[in-house]
């Protein structure tokens, strides 16, 4: 009796050593809504952090989608400690097109991951779009790597190709 309990927590270890070091035999692929909420949690991480290099990236994002309306950017910033996941779930909805996270969420449910992945620009541009402090820049920009111009102000943006496909496929229903 001792012998089999002995064999079964080695197994049980030996299980485990293989399963966290990746080796398991049919890992579970990671969906849409699992990779939104790792980026909501990761917003969320870097805008509690102490160091305004790490933290405002975050802010911006959720300032910009206006989960907190009537404070400024700078008042955020120094009230970041309201900030919940809620916020950057509904910002991360903002960015993708959408009124709510409730707007966004069956969407996730119904696309794979990799749709989610093609449109990651920020790990292209360091944020959801390219931004450009005139027009002309931003054109210029596109005409060299592709990409849709958005005029906001007398700024604009660059958002790629394949986000803006997939959004109006998403949209339109099809």
Known sequence: MRNS???TRISSTALTAIAVAGCSPSPKPISAVELALREARALHRASKDATLLVAMPAVRRAHTAGVLAG???SALYRQRHLLQRKHFLRTLSVEAGFASWDAYLPVLRS???RALEQCATRLEFGYPNAWFST???A???ANEHGGKVVRHGHQAMVVRPECSALKAEVQHGT
């Open 71 to 73: 404070l400024t950017l």
């Open 5 to 7: 309990s002995v064999s």
């Open 139 to 141: 054109i210029a920009f």
């Open 135 to 137: 027009y002309a820049q």
């Open 111 to 113: 696309r794979p991951a």
